[in-house]
């Protein structure tokens, strides 16, 4: 009758490691959950910001020509000043 208290230990014992095995695995899927999350929010994060920058290289564009036009009117009106002055 000794064979019986081993084998229920190693039945015990199997059933602590498939206990822990399932613990380990559903810990697992959590964090990939979480890292595909992490990853899909930085990636909307990164297209979001290249979107930013697209803007606010546009917007600088706008605002150099914008200021060329300003310096080319102020320049034509010095010139009309300084027509004014030779006269």
Do not use: C
């Not at 890292?35 to 979001?48: C, F, I, K, N, S």
């Amino acid at each position: 009758m000794f064979p019986v208290p081993q084998e229920s230990d190693s039945l015990s014992s199997l059933e602590e490691r498939i206990q822990r095995a399932v613990k380990l695995v559903t810990r697992l899927r959590q964090e990939k959950e979480s890292a595909v999350a992490d990853a899909a929010a930085a990636r909307t994060e990164t297209a979001e910001a290249r979107a930013e920058a697209d803007r606010l290289a546009d917007e600088v564009r706008t605002l150099q020509t914008e200021r060329k036009q300003v310096r080319n009117r102020i320049e034509r009106l010095l010139g009309q000043i300084d027509e004014l002055n030779a006269g």
